[in-house]
């Protein structure tokens, strides 16, 4: 069984550019998360994904943050415009709806705003 | 006040040595309670939940104090492998879904 990828691994980019990183969830799992782990600081919770539909967006942390679901496959998180505090590993997870409790990750996407 | 507190160590022990992490956490309505191993620039992978009347898994024991608001991590005969950051992590009643996570505790388990 493939587990979660992301994409692309590490992406630096200047303040104010845009940057939308890519997770695809491991195959049969309506649940779909992101996380972010800033240097430093503990993993933070962004949001949740059930299918297409967002679940919960409490983490996230301004409106320059757009995830989406298109068809409760894969995801995308967009960066607009990016921020310097806005680098970090963000971490996709997934999992099932019958087994929620183990949320598999993916390997994370660095990402740098300098 | 961070809601799940860990010492960072680091923790360097021997091989073969035994030792434990703590966890605690601020929120007594938390309701699932789990230890996650995460490797130098991996993810983090569950390593295993912990529950109430404790559990052991190999080498590995978790306990959880409810009325305390603890959670501990027990490793027996520690192995050159095991060294990783271990993250306490916990779920609210009203979101199980939502992970709450410590900093970590650094381990490095020497030969």
């Known amino acids: 069984e493939a587990g979660v990828t992301q994409f692309p691994s590490h992406s630096v980019i200047e303040k104010g550019q845009t940057v939308t990183l890519r997770c695809d969830p491991i195959s049969g799992h309506d649940n779909l998360y992101w996380y972010r782990r800033v240097m430093g600081k503990e993993i933070k919770f962004l949001l949740h994904?059930?299918?297409?539909?967002?679940?919960?967006e409490s983490g996230m942390p301004n409106n320059r943050f757009l995830a989406e679901r298109t068809g409760g496959t894969y995801s995308t998180l967009k960066v607009q415009p990016a921020e310097l505090e806005d680098s970090g590993v963000y971490f996709c997870a997934s999992s099932h709806s019958y087994d929620f409790y183990e949320q598999y990750f993916g390997p994370g996407t660095r990402l740098t705003v300098t | 006040r961070k809601e799940v507190e860990q010492d960072p160590g680091p923790f360097n022990v021997p091989e073969g040595a035994t030792v434990a992490f703590n966890c605690t956490y601020s929120?007594?309505?938390?309701?699932?309670f789990f230890w996650y191993r995460q490797d130098c620039r991996k993810e983090p992978k569950l390593l295993m939940s912990?529950?109430?009347?404790?559990n052991e898994d190999g080498r590995f024991t978790a306990q959880l104090n409810r009325a305390s608001q603890y959670i501990s991590l027990l490793i027996r005969d520690s192995k050159l492998s095991d060294s990783a950051t271990y993250l306490c992590?916990?779920?609210?009643?009203?979101?199980?879904?939502?992970?709450?996570w410590g900093l970590g505790t650094s381990l490095a388990v020497n030969p």
């Open positions: 912990v529950y109430s009347s404790g």
């Open positions: 929120n007594s309505a938390s309701q699932s």
């Open positions: 994904f059930v299918k297409e539909s967002k679940q919960d």
């Open positions: 992590v916990v779920t609210h009643a009203g979101n199980n879904r939502k992970l709450i």
